[in-house]
């Protein structure tokens, strides 16, 4: 069974740094390409970004409202994806979801929510 | 960025009618064109890719049909289970575009 379980959201003032984590199971997860999409509450669905797997060089994809300031990684040993967010604004709250990309969105996490907030 | 824009916003209907979404991209998408159903607290889940191939599980109740601009969602008899929001995804081009959604409702 698929299971996507994200890790590391909370509370953090405007201007400060998080990493999320999304821990892998029940597939073989370096075979995919994985995103991260949030939801604002009480919001519709907002893409973040893509990592591509190590046969397309680990390569990113960003949202521009986030671009140069967040950053995706993946650690294949660990089935592990990641979500550096640095610089945060009020407007990244939310809660973010780890989903994996099998020609669409066909897996998704429980979310973590991310409060920014002094 | 391409634009998609789903109607109705929301809508009331009975067990057992048979409801249609649609969604329009701003610009041609061919069938690159997922849906997916959210539960009030949950997780979205994967309905339908390629504009109209149906996910492994989801029952056959859920349809797509569609290409190019112009999309649509159809649930031919509507089921208790069924009262979500769904939302539309083209997934052409980066970034990646979500419709606002189409919150179904029970009449």
């Known amino acids: 069974e698929v299971q996507l379980v994200e890790s590391g959201g909370g509370l953090v003032q405007p201007g400060g740094s998080l990493r999320l984590s999304c821990a892998a199971s029940?597939?073989?997860?370096?075979?995919?390409?994985m995103d991260w999409v949030r939801q604002a509450p009480g919001k519709g669905l907002e893409w973040v970004g893509r990592?591509?797997?190590?046969?397309?060089?680990?390569?990113?994809e960003y949202a521009a409202s986030v671009r140069g300031r967040f950053t995706i990684s993946r650690d294949d040993s660990k089935n592990s994806l990641y979500l550096q967010m640095n610089s945060l604004k009020t407007e990244d709250t939310a809660v973010y979801y780890c989903?994996?990309?099998?020609?669409?969105?066909?897996?998704w996490g429980q979310g973590t929510l991310v409060t920014v907030s002094s | 960025d391409i634009q998609m824009t789903q109607s109705p916003s929301s809508l009331s209907a009975s067990v057992g009618d048979r409801v249609t979404i649609t969604c329009r991209a701003s610009q041609g998408i061919s069938n690159d064109l997922a849906w997916f159903q959210q539960k009030p607290g949950k997780a979205p889940k994967s309905l339908i890719y390629g504009a109209s191939s149906l996910q492994s599980g989801v029952p056959s109740k859920f349809s797509g049909s569609g290409s190019g601009t112009d999309f649509a969602l159809t649930i031919s008899s509507l089921q208790p289970e069924d009262y979500a929001t769904y939302y539309c995804?083209?997934?052409?081009?980066?970034?990646?575009?979500f419709g606002g959604g189409t919150k179904v409702e029970i009449k």
């Open positions: 995804q083209q997934y052409k081009t980066y970034p990646l575009t």
């Open positions: 989903v994996r990309v099998e020609y669409t969105l066909d897996y």
């Open positions: 029940g597939f073989t997860f370096s075979d995919y390409y």
């Open positions: 990592i591509r797997k190590k046969d397309n060089s680990f390569t990113t």
